[in-house]
């Protein structure tokens, strides 16, 4: 019986898959947790020979995905920024960015949700940070933690397989596209609204 997993995730289960996952990921019109770590790590499994190339499309999506949320915060600048990001989370943002340099670049590359990377991207962006070591910090760290759980994959292949079929995953799968679905609207409509203002306010 094909698993709850792969009928939701099978568009993506190629080679390509990775790379669109992750670029959608890094976006803000798309919000899935774990969705691009989950691919990596199934993708690594199902094809142990070639573990290794889904850590580097997944980072090279992840860049591509960053890119264009780094410039629509770039455009947007420190007062668009306030109609992207809600204001006590964008004034911890612009501390960490300010304060923590190469450091606090890093982190969001590298940790799990519920850190939000996105609005970190957009901080970035408008704040006018050396795009060279944003995007050099951003897309090494980014390639660390893929290639780490594609290792781990590559290992605990079958158990990971296994896993997958199971009943506890399943529903996991099917709450993650539930928020998923949620936080991709809510991205979407916090979007249209700030493009909407801007359109509105006076030059």
């Known amino acids: 019986m094909t698993s709850f997993f792969y009928s939701i995730f099978g568009f993506f289960l190629t080679w390509w898959g990775a790379f669109l996952m992750a670029a959608l990921d890094a976006s803000m019109l798309f919000f899935l947790p774990f969705g691009i770590d989950a691919l990596v790590i199934v993708l690594a499994a199902r094809n142990e020979a070639l573990f290794w190339i889904y850590p580097l499309l997944a980072t090279a999506g992840s860049l591509t995905g960053s890119g264009m949320t780094f410039w629509i915060g770039r455009k947007a600048g420190g007062s668009g920024l306030e109609r992207l990001v809600p204001g006590r989370r964008l004034d911890r943002l612009k501390r960490k960015v300010r304060e923590g340099g190469a450091v606090a670049m890093a982190l969001p590359a590298l940790l799990p949700p519920p850190f939000p990377l ?51 995953f ?16 809510a991205s979407a409509v916090l979007l249209w609204r700030s493009t909407h203002r801007s359109r509105l306010s006076p030059a």
């Open 118 to 168: 996105t609005p970190f991207i957009l901080t970035c962006g408008a704040l006018d940070v050396s795009r060279l070591r944003f995007f050099v910090t951003f897309g090494l760290v980014r390639l660390v933690r893929f290639g780490v759980e594609a290792s781990l994959a590559r290992v605990y292949g079958r158990s990971v397989l296994t896993a997958i079929q199971s009943g506890p």
């Open 170 to 185: 399943q529903l996991a799968v099917a709450a993650f596209i539930l928020v998923a679905l949620v936080g991709t609207i």
